[in-house]
C-alpha cells in the first residue's frame, strides 16, 4: 500500500522559515515523480513545487524564488524547503504521486500558519 506522510508544518511569523517532509513507503520511492500541493480554508487545492525522478524541479509562480524542492531517495523523503513566508502561504500542505494517471490517498497533510 502506497503511504505518503507529511510533516514540518508551523506556526512562524511572515519572513520566517519551514522545512517540510514527505516521508513515502510502499512504491518505488526513486521512479516517482514527487508532488507538493496546498489547500486553504475555501479554496481549491493547487499545485506548489514538483521534483522528477531525475530530481529536475517546478515551482508555481507564486512561490518561486522562496521555497525550494528536494529529494533524498535514500530516505524515501521529499522535502520542501520554505523561506521568505508570507501570510497568504497559510494553508494545508499535501504531498502526493500520480499513480495510474490519478492523484490517490491523500494524507492527512501538515498545516503551515504565517502570522503578519
Known amino acids: 500500500q502506497v503511504r505518503l506522510v507529511e510533516s514540518g508544518g508551523d506556526l512562524v511569523q511572515a519572513g520566517g522559515s519551514l522545512r517540510l517532509s514527505c516521508a513515502a513507503s510502499?512504491?518505488?520511492?526513486?521512479?516517482?515523480?514527487i508532488d507538493w500541493f496546498r489547500q486553504a480554508p475555501g479554496m481549491a487545492r493547487e499545485l506548489v513545487a514538483s521534483?522528477?525522478?531525475?530530481?529536475?524541479?517546478y515551482y508555481a509562480d507564486s512561490v518561486k524564488g522562496r521555497f525550494t524542492i528536494s529529494r533524498d531517495n535514500a530516505r524515501n523523503t521529499v522535502y520542501l524547503q520554505l523561506n521568505s513566508l508570507k501570510p497568504e502561504d497559510t494553508a494545508q500542505y499535501y504531498c502526493?504521486?500520480?499513480?495510474?494517471?490519478?492523484?490517490?490517498?491523500w494524507g492527512r497533510g501538515t498545516q503551515v500558519t504565517v502570522s503578519s
Open positions: 521534483i522528477t525522478s531525475g530530481g529536475s524541479p
Open positions: 502526493n504521486t500520480l499513480r495510474d494517471g490519478a492523484y490517490q490517498d
Open positions: 510502499g512504491l518505488i520511492f526513486a521512479d516517482n515523480d
